[in-house]
């Protein structure tokens, strides 16, 4: 493993951080998965108040394994449920009986999408609980994750003494939210910065085929896994990055990458150029599968709708068709069409990513149930009994 210092603390972190969003429920692949990547090194684990379960399953490993003093933790304060000054300790403390610690080392303000909501929470009080939480040695330090526009992102650096930050940055979202521009004033104010969604919620693991043929020419032994974590690490002003491992096997291939990075030279660098111009062409929602936008009132699952709609694009019409039917469960005795959206606006208003997915949801219907389909469709129903 390879480490980077955090500037505020002079903690050494792995460059490699365990985003704890999308790992299994508590039970026996969780914990391996947690125990192996502390074995091979990763000492920065990833969670929330808002990811189901995640924060209870990291406690009560950590609680058995007695592990909790080998790694730094980082979880994050539900600013969206913070209505009064109170509600600040009560979700703390929370937080603290999930993961069953007596203090959080890394404590993220979450979700933080405009200056204007930032001083909504400064209104309520909230640095003055993050001072008394930090005097009392509850908190070591703070910092904020965040889903805004690149033109806010300035405004919301200067209004606290953050000592760290979190942005979604990789190859094909260089430009997108805080973006590179942040990145770099981030790193001029000596702030530590934690990137997610290196590999955009998994599209950039299954690329389109000319897409992944380009990094397999360039270099036949690197994934494009591989090559999606490379492209972070060569910038020297990102500290640790995050994937949402969900599997042992998973893990340990991104720790092997972890350990073998050098930086990239110029020929590999012009690689990305050619793989993101193919990867454009196909991919049409920038949606990660966060889940933020579920459960859908009329109980789509709509992560796997845009999936299924990206995958349609990206590989060919019939993968994509088949993913959506299988998630629709069409052989059931209620599937669950797109047509069955009302655009109530739940999802549009959740989605970090400014998707406009009532929207969306709309195309995807098109797509997937013209009239003649649905007609098929009714067939194999009424086939399958």
């Known amino acids: 493993m390879q480490y980077r210092t955090c500037k505020a603390s002079g903690n050494e972190l792995s460059v490699l951080g365990f985003g704890c969003m999308r790992f299994p429920p508590l039970g026996n692949e969780a914990e391996r998965m947690v125990l192996s990547a502390i074995d091979g090194g990763v000492n920065f684990f990833d969670t929330a108040y808002f990811y189901p379960g995640s924060e209870k399953t990291l406690g009560a490993i950590l609680k058995k394994s007695g592990k909790r003093e080998e790694i730094f933790i980082g979880t994050k304060l539900p600013l969206p449920m913070c209505k009064k000054y109170e509600d600040f300790e009560r979700f703390f403390q929370k937080q603290l009986a999930r993961l069953q610690t007596d203090y959080i080392d890394y404590y993220f303000m979450h979700n933080i999408t405009s200056m204007a909501w930032w001083q ?94 380009s990094f397999r020419t360039a270099n036949p032994g690197k994934t494009p896994v591989d090559w999606a974590l490379d492209w972070l690490w060569n910038h020297e002003d990102v500290t640790c990055v995050l994937s949402g491992m969900t599997s042992t096997a998973q893990a340990s291939a991104n720790m092997r990458a972890a350990a073998d990075f050098a930086p990239l030279a110029d020929a590999d660098l012009a690689v990305y150029a050619d793989v993101i111009a193919e990867f454009a062409k196909s991919f049409r929602v920038k949606c990660t599968s966060c889940n933020y936008c579920l459960p859908c009132p009329k109980g789509i699952d709509i992560p796997a709708r845009l999936s299924a709609y990206n995958a349609s694009f990206a590989q060919n019409y019939f993968t994509g068709l088949t993913m959506y039917v299988t998630g629709m469960g069409l052989a059931s005795r209620n599937p669950i069409s797109a047509h069955l959206c009302n655009a109530c606006g739940k999802c549009d208003a959740a989605c970090p990513q400014g998707i406009a997915v009532s929207a969306e949801i709309k195309k995807i219907a098109g797509r997937f149930e013209p009239l003649p389909i649905r007609a098929l469709m009714r067939v194999v129903r009424a086939f399958m009994g």
């Open 120 to 213: 909504a929470m400064l209104d309520l009080g909230v640095e003055r609980w993050l001072a008394e939480k930090k005097a009392a040695g509850q908190i070591r330090h703070v910092g904020f994750s965040y889903h805004g526009s690149g033109e806010e992102f300035p405004k919301v650096l200067d209004s606290y003494p953050w000592e760290f930050c979190m942005i979604q940055y990789n190859y094909y979202d260089e430009n997108y939210q805080a973006g590179k521009r942040g990145l770099l004033a981030a790193a001029e104010k000596n702030l530590t910065v934690f990137v997610m969604e290196p590999l955009l919620g998994g599209k950039l693991v299954n690329l389109p085929k000319k897409a992944a043929e």
